[in-house]
């Protein structure tokens, strides 16, 4: 009972290492408390409290999810909650399985469990979760680790190779508990431990010296608009002349500038019905020199349409939004739950998926590698125009998610994506948080939420790659299942 309780604590603790909090050493002392609770005990207990674990975790952590159903699907606390329920039901299942995984393959004792087997196992159920049936790539405990003493493993492995980093130091100090609890004289394992537990923040801050790409010399001065349109009436055709009068007002000193940025879909029209717009737009743009970014749909209505970055101005290209959010951007077996969805009038709900491999988009020399709201939560999606691109961009309309947790943890998770990559992010939102991240991931314009603002600054344009840009997840992944893989040979030995 005591280890369940803690389980279910650590995991409501685990939320407190990302933004808005901001406490990272929450998610080593979370981690270790459960890695503890799997410590001598059957694979059906750790089954068990890892799934308490990811109650917490995920009901702490995602809570928004209740808040765009209700706001923005259907407007009844019954449905939201417990469909928020399922979710987060769902969700705590791969902590459950990383426990039982640990469990049923436990190596030569268990200091080599909580040193290699548990991280291992927590990591390939992190990476299964942002793949499976689309990915929920949401609370990757790489992610909160942006400003700690592990951030120097996140251009070298990515998220999931600083989520590796934390679950070691969090298996070490739960070993080190354990013997401590124990009263257990110090031997070689628990050294071995403790050596662990001090070596890998130590090695995260000397990574962090490395500078793995540099600079290109000249500076982008960048205007994001943020034009705050509340989402209830973002998409009524009355409201359309009033949104584009607004964004051409906010953008109107700015023009001169590198680089105009306005979100994603904040124009609410397909391309021909404002025409005449977009050319005046695009017209003003070219004359000053500037690169303009907008996010609309394109396409045909009445056939395959898409969620878009259109470049106008002093160069002209298009992205096209290729990862798409299921139930809210396009809909798994249409035919059936096609009259649900029309139910909850969620607007939009049929975008097509633009190609999985698109260049950069070229203003000079500028070249601009684009993401689209929750793209940016996928490293590998991130990761396909580089190194070619030497500025990150992602454009996003958080109003979905209301005054929640949300736009916080998706501002950290592009800190991530530009400190993986070495590049510097311009991140324009509908609502906030806009923002202009640096090529380490440190936020160094911000806007407010919830009002109309225009966020300006500079950028420092980079080439090079990281190595995670080199390699990607794989050798990570590789890495957790060369673990797993001698954990299984030694039990295999000791069972024959």
């Known amino acids: 009972m005591l280890r369940a309780l803690t389980a279910l604590l650590a995991g409501l603790a685990l939320p407190l290492a990302f933004a808005p909090y901001g406490w990272w050493p929450c998610a080593i002392l979370a981690l270790a408390a459960l890695f503890w ?163 890998l923040p130590a090695a995260g801050l000397l990574l962090a010296r490395v500078e793995w790409t540099r600079s290109l010399g000249e500076p982008l001065t960048a205007a994001l608009v943020q034009g705050a349109v509340p989402q209830a009436i973002k998409w009524q055709p009355e409201y359309r002349g009033p949104t584009l009068e607004l964004y ?31 050319r005046e737009t695009g017209a003003r743009a070219r004359e000053a020199g500037t690169a303009f970014l907008v996010g609309m749909p394109t396409g045909d209505p009445r056939g395959r349409y898409f969620n878009s970055l259109v470049m106008l101005g002093v160069a002209e290209g298009r992205y096209d939004k290729h990862h798409l959010v299921p139930y809210g951007e396009y809909l798994p077996m249409d035919a059936l739950l096609r009259p649900v969805l029309n139910f909850l009038s969620i607007p939009m709900s049929s975008f097509s998926a633009g190609d999985e491999y ?23 999606e991130v990761r396909k125009p580089l190194p070619d691109a030497n500025v990150l961009v992602n454009v996003s309309d958080d109003a979905w998610f209301g005054d929640s947790l949300a736009p916080h943890q998706h501002l950290e998770i592009a800190q991530v994506r530009a400190l993986e990559a070495g590049r510097p992010m311009l991140r324009a939102t509908n609502t906030g948080i806009s923002a202009i991240i640096d090529h380490q991931g440190r936020v ?42 001698i954990a299984w040979r030694a039990r295999h030995g000791q069972a024959t």
Not at 69 to 82: D, E, Q
Not at 96 to 121: I, S
Not at 358 to 380: H, N, W
Request: glycine share 10%.
């Open 37 to 199: 609770t799997w410590r001598v005990t059957t694979p059906r207990a750790a089954l068990w409290r890892g799934f308490l674990f990811g109650i917490g975790a995920f009901g702490h952590g995602v809570t928004w999810i209740q808040v765009s159903i209700h706001k923005f699907g259907l407007p009844l606390y019954s449905f939201s909650v417990s469909m928020t329920v399922l979710f987060v039901l769902i969700m705590s299942s791969y902590p459950a399985a990383a426990g039982w995984l640990a469990r049923r393959l436990p190596g030569p004792g268990e200091t080599w469990r909580m040193l290699a087997v548990a991280p291992a196992c927590w990591v390939l159920m992190e990476a299964l979760r942002g793949v499976l049936f689309s990915g929920f790539p949401w609370l990757v405990v790489g992610y909160g680790q942006v400003s700690s003493w592990f951030a120097g493993y996140t251009p070298l492995a990515g998220a999931y190779g600083t989520s590796l980093a934390v679950a070691v130091c969090a298996g070490a100090c739960a070993q080190i508990a354990a013997a401590l609890r124990a009263g257990a004289a110090p031997r070689r394992p628990l050294r071995a431990a403790a050596v662990l537990a001090l070596a």
């Open 444 to 485: 160094l314009e911000r806007s407010p939420q919830f009002e109309p603002f225009v966020l300006t600054g500079s950028a420092d344009p980079r080439t090079g790659a990281t190595p995670f840009v080199r390699f990607g997840n794989w050798p990570v992944l590789l890495l957790c299942l060369g673990l797993l893989g």
């Open 358 to 380: 698109q260049p950069p988009l070229t203003a000079g020399r500028l070249k601009f590698g684009v993401s689209i709201c929750y793209e940016d939560a996928y490293g590998s």
């Open 248 to 278: 051409s007002q906010l953008s109107a000193p700015h023009w001169g500038k590198r680089v105009v940025i306005w979100p994603e879909t904040a124009l609410p029209a397909f391309p021909g019905d404002i025409a005449d717009f977009l």
